[in-house]
DNA sequence: GAACGGCAG
DNA sequence: ACTACTGCCGTTC
């Protein structure tokens, strides 16, 4: 941005902070950061020539493996949309036009317009600071509906190019553009200039686009002319040797503003380039998963394979409000979460069995305790009285945010289902009932919530949304907006639009995740734990089963409305499935609403999964749309 | 394997 | 008067 006094803005933003509370745990968590530094310049010096030989000789291996790897066979494009929130906003508010305008509030900006970033305002920042550099900033609070209505506009463009693109969040996806490329035997510019065009046609908004032969690069590549721009890297080694050489490392998605310090610090690297010319260093003080993130980005490697299906590994919720010792206030706390927890987690049919209680105190020092208990939970009454033990041994103390995790999932780690006692009853239980039938497994993965992420080389690429989500009137009491909004977004608009929060992604539900597998969740639940009238009726509203004329509402399988005998066949299989279940039930009448679910479930999972496999057999070119996921709410 | 802290987006 | 959420890594026991 040109245009902006940075050093007037750092000292700003410096003397509003300087001496809050926030800013002694900025302090504090400097000097950590100072003393790992101090740490790994020791360990350096006293590398010897003969270790750092040696370490040249094992990272030059490496590095070679590495090279190896490399495909320069895939054009990946990456779409981000341009002050997305604030450019939704001015979209349906003319009146702020070139006006300084932040989405957010007083506590915490989720975007801010071209016009405020001039004055240093950026996403990220607190409102308060945001206003004294810019006293005239208008401010609009966070409108999730709207921003996910814009989203699905700019998704069905992103279909016509990759049916399969990964959406990154509301505002960013990934597209292998190379099929299109080929098949129409036009170059990637004119690809990326025609989509963002396109965009701008269907939505009103503008967007960037970078084109590179990986996603890393892609994603760095449409930073380069935002906003409105593109830019192309050629599928040439070369070529990306030399955009990679010069370029800032902290450009690279997964090195943030801590990496980037250590590593200019204590290695004297800034540039993608210097990772392999301090390799050796890198090799005696770091992991290999660190390692090999670090020499990729030096390679300019990246990732090329489409979207591998993901498992979430957690969900959790947290608030943040005035802070208290208030131990009653505390528990009221935890018991609003525990019950917005339970909610999220039987929306999507989750069970767990660790506990994760963080606290952040007063002084912005985060805690977590966990507990890894003997039964899969998922019930307000059972995370709530797990929680309250682990709150209760920290207390007294003055706390200003609480959150819940929960995780280690049943079946987690694909087909470690059976590894717990309770599933194996419910195994065998089911086994019992019906021998063919097969339970959990992958079956029960794919009724997760999916998503790929990019992630990765260890430090990661996966992106989510850089704009962070408005924690909305953040402290204060209001514990509530968060999870209203997500439901109703599921609900109305059916698609992909996740509201999110993390960054890679969602659909409606929490946070993150493919859309695909959200669906699937929330479907099988209205099979299996809603009153039999609400599927059945569905079932036969053949207008009403195809939200938004693509989604099927009730397991989220993907059918364009040109697939007329897959679509007839599609809700005939539900039809069926509901007959099947009603007899079902009639003759398990006794068996327990538990273990009935679960076999229901797996049952339409395997059946969405075969009929996936079996359209993208058929044809080729559709495949459903996997998400990973954003975060946002 | 579990717990915890931290980074990143 | 500095968010919400998720994933992964490294360390320690």
Not at 518 to 529: A, V
Request: glycine share 6%; hydrophobic share 30%.
């Amino acid at each position: 941005m040109d245009g902006v006094d940075k050093e007037k803005v750092q000292r700003i933003v410096y003397e509003m902070s300087k001496g809050s509370k926030y800013f002694q745990n900025e302090e504090r968590k400097d000097a950590f950061i100072t003393q790992k530094i101090n740490n790994l310049r020791t360990q350096c010096d006293k590398l010897t020539q003969a270790d750092l030989s040696h370490f040249q000789k094992v990272a030059d291996r490496r590095i070679l493996e590495l090279e190896a790897t490399r495909d320069l066979s895939r054009i990946w494009l990456h779409v981000d949309m341009d002050a997305f929130y604030a450019a939704v906003e001015t979209l349906s508010n003319p009146t702020l036009k070139g006006k300084p305008m932040a989405v957010g509030s007083m506590s915490m900006i989720s975007t801010a317009n071209y016009e405020a970033r001039k004055f240093g305002v950026r996403a990220a920042m607190p409102g308060f600071i945001a206003r004294k550099l810019c006293p005239e900033l208008i401010f609009v609070p966070t409108d999730f509906k709207k921003y996910t209505y814009y989203s699905d506009l700019t998704r069905k463009v992103f279909r016509r190019y990759d049916p399969n693109f990964m959406a990154a969040s509301l505002d960013e996806a990934y597209l292998d553009i190379t099929e299109v490329c080929k098949e129409r035997n036009i170059n990637s510019e004119e690809i990326a200039d025609e989509l963002r065009t396109s965009v701008y046609e269907e939505t009103g908004l503008t967007c960037s686009a970078g084109v590179a032969p990986n996603r890393l690069l892609a994603k760095v590549c449409s930073d380069i002319n935002k906003p409105n721009g593109q830019y192309v890297l050629p599928n040439d080694r070369m070529a990306v040797m030399t955009f990679i050489s010069s370029l800032p490392i902290r450009k690279i998605g997964g090195i943030g503003k801590v990496t980037e310090h250590i590593l200019k610090a204590v290695f004297g690297i800034n540039t993608c380039e210097q990772m392999l010319e301090k390799a050796s260093y890198l090799c005696a003080l770091f992991s290999q998963s660190t390692t090999d993130f670090f020499y990729s980005v030096g390679l300019g490697l990246g990732k090329t394979d489409s979207p591998e299906i993901r498992f979430r590994k957690s969900i959790s919720n947290e608030r943040t409000f005035s802070a208290t010792e208030d131990e009653v206030l505390l528990y009221k706390k935890l018991e609003e979460l525990a019950d917005m927890l339970s909610t999220d987690m039987q929306k999507e049919g989750l069970c767990g069995r660790t506990l994760t209680l963080k606290l952040k105190t007063s002084s912005f020092e985060v805690r977590t305790r966990a507990v890894t208990l003997p039964k899969y939970i998922s019930s307000r009454e059972d995370i709530l009285k797990h929680a309250s033990e682990l709150l209760k041994a920290e207390l007294p103390l003055s706390v200003r945010l609480i959150g819940l995790r929960v995780s280690h999932f049943d079946g987690d780690k694909y087909g470690g289902a059976t590894s717990d006692p309770k599933q194996k009853t419910i195994t065998d239980f089911i086994t019992s009932i019906d021998a063919n039938r097969n339970c959990f497994l992958p079956d029960v993965a794919d009724h997760d919530l999916v998503g790929h992420t990019e992630t990765d080389v260890s430090i990661g690429s996966w992106q989510t949304s850089r704009d962070p989500i408005d924690g909305n009137q953040s402290s204060d009491v209001n514990c509530q907006s968060g999870t209203g909004w997500r439901s109703e977004e599921v609900r109305t608009s059916g698609n992909n639009a996740s509201c999110s929060n993390y960054g890679q992604v969602k659909e409606a539900v929490g946070s993150t995740f493919p859309i695909q597998g959200q669906f699937e969740d929330t479907s099988t639940l209205n099979l299996s734990n809603l009153p039999e009238d609400e599927g059945l009726n569905s079932c036969k509203d053949k207008t009403m089963l195809w939200l938004n004329d693509y989604k099927c509402s009730l397991c989220g399988i993907e059918l364009p409305p040109s697939f007329i005998e897959e679509r007839l066949e599609h809700s005939d299989f539900h039809l069926a499935e509901k007959l099947q279940k009603e007899e079902e039930s009639r003759i398990h009448q006794r068996t327990s609403d538990s273990s009935r679910s679960w076999d229901q479930k797996n049952r339409i999972t395997r059946e969405s999964i075969s009929k996936r496999q079996k359209l993208s057999q058929k044809e080729g070119s559709y495949r459903p749309i996997d998400y990973f996921f954003v975060k946002e709410q």
